[in-house]
């Protein structure tokens, strides 16, 4: 039946073959892959299903369907679809494979109905994330690969023991964990705020973006802390500590944003603060919490990608990364610069685009359920939004030096932005402004249909008068605004000095031991092997006279033969097997 065909199986499917045909038909596959696995997505419904079981009495739900599954699958369908037009230009199909596999496991980890399901597409999306990252050939990225694959395998880690507690106790099914807080409860959470980039768990992200390929930046900012989202939804709707949790990180990553000089890392803590609000929103829990959650993730997805759709037109256009480096290339570069401006007054919450329409939500669960230190502290975090990109990046970048040059007085070369890249900022920026213009469409998909109302005189009135406060502070302060070289020093600091220190102390103490325990070992077994080469020598050794015979067998002692060397060791792989067996059998009567 068509409404169980999976759409994640069919974009991983895609990617295995995109690795291995011709580049013309790669291309195709591309683009076909998506839209197939976007039919499928809305073809599905709660009465889809797809089993396979892999042993008596466990089957694994391949399909859980249900309105804020439904929601996500759209958006991940459109994600995936922008993000194949946006890598047509990319010439290692090794990547634009991978691509493909990482898009398909994500939708998979969001469909799955059952914790090994779960689990399974979470370590395909890690490990396909990965390799996306160290795709990019250099040694920066393998680096940082490296210390991204480190991360998600303690996450994976985490989540796979809070899973098998799970099992254990006869819970297969996925459900919501709010108010359990046992032990299951804290590992699947510290498994899933990692793939949500909850502070102090958050680096990663800041660390492995900027490093990855152009498309596969695109890609990896779509889904990873989005399926983080999903299952924060999912599993944690109502869990209260998480809205001081979301706070924070909607104000951190905005300060940290303020001060950041490279765009890519600098859209990366903005992915950090725009998830503190919704993890905020789900916090709240209730229709109004939970939807807006879903809507703020939806666009998300949208504003953020073509904000780094448009930070990769850039750097192909100009080999350059730092802001400092850059300026004035609206003349140059205009469609890419109105693109940018329209994404980020949307991540800012610009009323008529998408990021208003979603906050408005998330406001109104904040004034609903009486938490207006959260709701001010959020409104504080939009301001620092407001001023590190939409202000900050606009000026400094594109609109703000007319003559081209940057502070060094360099002239910068820009060269031609490929078509597809320019196409898929369009496609992105057209969902921004359409959802902004017409709301109802996206409220419609949230799972409990609420309606923000958006465009009351109060919510706009009152943008409008922080969009021009911020602006004012902007103008009177645009010169300690300006751009510089340092170091950002972030959470990952702690991983990279006191805990390697750490690391190398214990390492040592645990390698010291292992000598002594070796050179102790030496002396047994070469003692040992004395005595079962000849027994005898123990005797001796006691200083017991044992009388020989010559030219016997009894020269030798039986196990220097081959054959007996032979029967000791059967004997041994004899008692092993045993054992193992009867641990096998104890373990079915148990069961």
């Not at 759209?74 to 596999?101: D, K, M, P």
Request: proline residues 3%.
């Amino acid at each position: 039946m068509i409404n169980s065909i999976h759409p994640g199986l069919i974009l991983i499917l895609s990617g295995i073959v995109i690795m291995l045909v011709p580049e013309k038909l790669r291309k195709v596959l591309m683009i076909a892959g998506p839209v197939i696995a976007a039919f499928a997505a809305w073809s599905l419904n709660q009465a889809s299903c797809l089993c396979l079981e892999i042993v008596p009495k466990i089957t694994l739900q391949l399909l859980h369907v249900d309105s804020l599954t439904k929601m996500f699958l759209v958006i991940f369908s459109a994600a995936s679809l922008i993000g194949a037009v946006y890598a047509l230009s990319s010439q290692n199909r090794f990547e634009t494979g991978l691509e493909a596999i990482y898009a398909g496991s994500s939708m998979g980890a969001v469909l799955a109905g059952d914790w090994i399901t779960l689990i399974i597409f979470w370590e395909i999306m890690a490990v396909s994330s990965w390799l996306i990252v160290t795709s990019a050939g250099t040694e920066r990225a393998s680096k940082a690969g490296f210390r991204y694959l480190m991360v998600h395998l303690l996450g994976g880690n985490l989540l796979l023991a809070g899973i098998i507690m799970k099992v254990a106790g006869g819970s297969m099914d996925i459900t919501c964990l709010t108010g359990t807080g046992d032990a299951a409860f804290w590992l699947i959470f510290l498994g899933v705020a990692v793939n949500a980039a909850i502070p102090p768990l958050n680096s990663w992200v800041s660390d492995a973006y900027p490093e990855a390929p152009m498309g596969g930046t695109v890609y990896m900012a779509s889904f990873t802390t989005k399926v983080g989202m999903f299952y924060i939804i999912r599993l944690f709707a109502g869990t209260e500590f998480l809205l001081w949790v979301g706070v924070f990180m909607a104000i951190y990553g905005a300060s940290m944003a303020l001060i950041e000089n490279d765009l890519r890392r600098l859209f990366s803590y903005h992915i950090v603060s725009q998830l503190g609000y919704i993890v905020a929103a789900a916090a709240v829990g209730g229709a109004l919490g939970i939807d807006g959650a879903a809507a703020h993730t939806f666009n998300n997805i949208l504003y953020k990608g073509v904000l780094f759709m448009c930070c990769g037109a850039v750097i192909t256009a100009t080999g350059k990364r730092r802001i400092s480096d850059l300026s004035g290339l609206y003349r140059k570069m205009p469609l890419t610069s109105i693109c940018f401006l329209i994404a980020s007054l949307s991540i800012a919450g610009f009323p008529l685009l998408n990021g208003f329409v979603s906050k408005s939500l998330i406001m109104n669960a904040m004034a609903e359920g009486g938490y207006h230190a959260a709701e001010i502290l959020l409104m504080v975090a939009s301001v620092g939004t407001l001023l590190s990109i939409a202000l900050k990046v606009n000026y400094f970048v594109f609109f703000g030096k007319a003559d081209g040059c940057t502070e060094r007085n360099t002239v910068l070369e820009v060269k031609p932005v490929p078509l597809n890249m320019k196409i898929a900022m369009v496609m992105g920026t057209a969902g921004c402004v359409i959802i902004g213009v017409m709301p109802d469409l996206l409220y419609g998909l949230t799972p409990f249909g609420s309606d923000g109302h958006p465009f009351t005189v109060d919510h706009v009135t009152q943008y409008i008068e922080l969009f021009s406060a911020a602006t004012l502070a902007f103008v009177m302060y645009i010169r300690h605004m300006a751009p510089h070289v340092a170091i950002t020093l972030d959470f990952d600091w702690f991983y990279r000095k006191p805990l390697a220190a750490a690391v190398r102390w214990t390492s040592g103490a645990v390698s010291g031991l292992f000598e002594t325990c070796g050179r102790l070992v030496s002396r047994l077994v070469a003692a040992g092997s004395r005595y079962l080469h000849r027994p005898s020598a123990m005797l001796e050794d006691l200083g017991v006279k044992i009388p020989r015979r010559k030219g016997g067998i009894e020269d030798d002692d039986v196990l220097m033969k081959p054959a007996g060397s032979l029967v000791a060791i059967n004997v041994t792989l004899g008692i092993v097997i045993a054992a193992v067996v009867l641990a096998i059998l104890k373990v079915r009567g148990a069961v």
